[in-house]
T-cell receptor, first 114, second 115 residues
């Protein structure tokens, strides 16, 4: 049972464009929503995260939008660059009682063309 | 910098072999995790450990076991490898306690092929 659904599976954007990746979750107990970025040959690394008490969080060109009532959250990458080409995973967790175990989405392979 | 290392980047084993994947973290983190990563399925949790000698099943524990004899080391064991265990295996660790972030630190992964 996939508790976090991610779309699209792959995404191609032009340099300077906006990349948008969407996730939906089922478990209303989730209260921590991170995005991880993975480059080929590397393990995933935390990119940005949000708690449900805010609807948006921005760090540089990366923004998380969070809609608690719809149980959805999304990653927006503004002014996408070829260096952003990577696989992106959304995830969700219940903190702190769960030991911070994460439930991941299926992943999105982003390609930014120069 | 937090460092999570995995014993092998690539591993090729035969069906039925016993396989050990080792993970070591150098930041005294309490919790450690083993995931497998497959295209279109994301990362799925196999087992995690919140203390030495303590373990809990994740979402897909069948066919796997784990060992944590020391705080810094978490091993994943495939008792009898099968072809459907061909995958990328990722280890992660996270500190716990007041003020700790919820960031999981991942190793580079071990790509296991079972033939």
């Amino acid at each position: 049972q996939q508790q976090v659904k991610q779309s699209p599976q792959s995404l191609i954007v032009q340099k300077g464009g906006i990349s948008i990746i969407n996730c939906a979750y089922e478990n209303t107990a989730f209260d921590y929503f991170p995005w991880y970025q993975q480059f080929p040959g590397k393990g995933p690394a935390l990119l940005i995260a949000i708690r449900p008490d805010v609807s948006e969080k921005k760090e540089g060109r990366f923004t998380i939008s969070f809609n608690k009532s719809a149980k959805q959250f999304s990653l927006h990458i503004m002014d996408s660059q070829p260096g952003d080409s990577a696989t992106y995973f959304c995830a969700a967790s219940i903190v702190p009682t769960s030991g911070s175990r994460l439930t991941f989405g299926e992943g999105t392979q982003l390609t930014v063309n120069p | 910098d937090v460092k999570v290392t995995q014993s092998s980047r690539y591993l090729v084993k035969r069906t039925g072999e016993k396989v050990f994947l080792e993970c070591v973290q150098d930041m005294d983190h309490e919790n450690m995790f083993w995931y497998r990563q497959d295209p279109g399925l994301g990362l799925r949790l196999i087992y995690f450990s919140y203390d030495v000698k303590m373990k809990e099943k994740g979402d897909i524990p069948e066919g796997y076991s784990v060992s944590r004899e020391k705080k810094e080391r978490f091993s994943l064991i495939l008792e009898s490898a099968s072809t459907n265990q061909t995958s990328m295996y990722l280890c992660a660790s996270i500190p716990v306690g007041t003020g700790a972030s919820y960031e999981q630190y991942f190793g580079p992964g071990t790509r296991l092929t079972v033939t």
